[in-house]
């Protein structure tokens, strides 16, 4: 399967989108960059390990995925915390970080199963 085609892969090119765009005007441009290098690394890892077409690659480049999930979530907390999000946009990427990881960590699951299976 393309990568392209993974849910997986598209909402969190969909969250690469919507930080780029929320972040433009933020003064603080440490977070900033942070933010827009850790949703990139979700979405960049998952084609990543795609395009290398193992198994174990796959899995261990979804493990980095998941990771920078964690670490866009944190992000985002500072970001609301620091006024540069309001409550409704920082609950809609919040889910939506969530709801990535959660899917990132079923992906990985069903490729560890795969993998002692095979």
Not at 65 to 77: H, I, P
Request: hydrophobic share 40%; aromatic share 10%.
């Amino acid at each position: 399967m393309r990568y392209e085609k993974l849910r997986v892969w598209q909402f969190s090119f969909d969250l690469t989108k919507k930080i780029y765009k929320q972040s433009e005007k933020w003064k603080d441009y440490g977070l900033k960059d942070q933010i827009r290098r850790a949703t990139v690394s979700i979405v960049s890892n998952i084609a990543e390990g795609e395009e290398r077409q193992t198994l174990k690659e796959s899995i261990r480049f979804l493990y980095i995925a998941k990771g920078s999930a964690g670490e866009v979530l944190t992000q985002l907390m500072l970001a609301r915390e620091f006024g540069y999000l309001d409550d409704e946009v920082a609950d809609e990427y919040e889910l939506l970080v969530r709801d990535i990881s959660k899917m990132l960590a079923g992906l990985i699951s069903s490729r560890v199963i795969k993998m002692k299976i095979g």
